[in-house]
């Protein structure tokens, strides 16, 4: 089960930090990612990090905004925005891919939290 939470209404150029709780189960060596949807839009890959590894990919509109980091320890996955733009309002949800390596691929991530609101004002 995945929990996302840490969303919620923040002015152009604040921040926010989204945390992914992982739990029922170990993830160690899996991939972890997160997604967005903003309304009537597909849902796009926004970061991703290997869980043991640490590497980390980024979608090219969030690079140098967007810190993707994990605590093992903790089981979970965060996602830092700053300098937040209207463009990213969107609904963001976390996803497990049950191998070690990374993909932006939707269809290829396990498990999903159920999502939390990020909403930018401009």
């Known amino acids: 089960q995945l929990q996302a939470s840490g969303g919620g209404l923040v002015q152009n150029g604040g921040s926010l930090r989204l945390s992914c709780a992982a739990s029922g189960r170990a993830f160690t060596s899996y991939a972890m990612g997160w997604f967005r949807q903003a309304p009537r839009k597909d849902r796009e890959f926004v970061a991703a990090?290997?869980?043991?590894?640490?590497?980390?990919y980024y979608t090219n509109s969030v690079k140098g905004r967007f810190t993707i980091s994990r605590d093992n320890a903790k089981n979970t996955v965060f996602l830092q925005m700053n300098n937040l733009k209207p463009e990213d309002t969107a609904v963001y949800y976390c996803a497990v891919k049950k191998e070690f390596a990374t993909s932006v691929v939707l269809t290829e991530y396990d498990y999903w939290g159920q999502g939390t609101q990020v909403t930018v004002s401009s």
């Open positions: 990090i290997r869980w043991s590894g640490g590497t980390t």
